[in-house]
């Protein structure tokens, strides 16, 4: 199903206190203060804005530009925000983290899905160190709390200097509260309505990009992030409907391999094995995205 939410601005702020407003405040300077990566998001590779178009588009004019390894671009709001499958992505500014990270990795395009899974597993880890939350992936890697969109992300490729580049482009509903569209909290849910308390996003956002620096490391060291990736796969088992290029059938999601494939097993005991697409679950909640 595709929700449209409302158009951007239109929800309310969160200026729960004034404390936190001072705590939340994003800005160059602060996401680099103290985070210790060595190539992620240094002090030289930030962007920052108040507003943009998307932070993917962003970060692939950068990426063009010639720009390094490492470079974040982020944003408090974005005017374009786009999803995957075409959809939309709309949350309301200084509410969500919405941000983009070009990596240059040596690898063949078919090869680099594991990216992803380094990126929704820092997701996944830094929520749970963050706010004591145990949000499970949806495949391919949207985070959910207790069957409801937390995050998305939206993987693309492309090349420069005859180089693939990746760039990754991450949306984590921290404090949205969806009190302009209600009605999307049946499929979407942020930490704050989780946790009925606002939460910080800049320690959030410093924890995530300290893991994806971690991660990403060791995936070049050749250690696959495929293990514990499949592990908090909580699409696998669930009777689903998926939805391709090619038509939509019915299922039970049974595997997914380290390329990143999930594997549908057909009333008939046929297998299916999908890339991309769309898996809705049938039961025991029937889960859509709640940003697009
Ligand atoms: C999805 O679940 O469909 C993926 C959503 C990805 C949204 C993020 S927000 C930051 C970055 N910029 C975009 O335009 N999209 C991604």
């Not at 997701?123 to 391919?140: D, F, S």
Request: include cysteine; glycine fraction near 10%; proline fraction near 7%.
């Amino acid at each position: 199903m595709f929700v449209k939410l409302a158009v951007p601005g239109s929800l309310t702020n969160t200026p729960d206190t004034p404390t936190l407003r001072l705590m939340d405040k994003l800005s160059p300077e602060s996401i680099a203060a103290g985070l210790g990566t060595r190539w992620l998001a240094r002090p030289d590779r930030i962007y920052y804005y108040e507003r943009t178009g998307s932070t993917n588009d962003e970060a692939r004019r950068l990426a063009l530009a010639g720009a390094p390894e490492g470079t974040l671009v982020i944003a408090e709001e974005q005017t374009a925000g786009r999803g995957r499958l075409g959809r939309r992505w709309l949350a309301p500014a200084g509410e969500a983290l919405l941000f983009s990270i070009l990596f240059l990795p040596p690898l063949a395009a078919h090869e680099a899905y594991p990216l992803t899974m380094v990126a929704s597993l820092a997701c996944l880890h830094a929520v749970e160190a963050e706010t004591g939350l145990h949000p499970t992936l949806k495949w391919p890697n949207d985070l959910l709390l207790k069957g409801k969109k937390l995050a998305g992300m939206l993987s693309e490729l492309g090349q420069v200097d005859d180089r693939l580049y990746c760039i990754i482009g991450i949306g984590l509903n921290v404090n949205v509260d969806f009190a302009a569209a209600p009605e999307l909290r049946t499929q979407a849910t942020s930490l704050r309505l989780s946790l009925s308390h606002p939460v910080p996003r800049l320690p959030l956002l410093q924890a995530i990009l300290r893991r994806i620096e971690a991660g990403y490391d060791a995936l070049r060291a050749g250690h696959s992030p495929y293990p514990a990736w499949v592990t908090h796969l909580g699409t696998l088992g669930q009777a689903v409907r998926v939805t391709t290029s090619e038509g939509s059938f019915a299922g039970v999601a049974t595997s997914a391999d380290p390329d990143g494939a999930l594997y549908i097993t057909l009333p008939d005991g046929s297998m299916r094995r999908i890339l991309t697409g769309d898996v809705q679950g049938l039961r025991p909640f029937v889960e859509t995205q709640g940003n697009s």
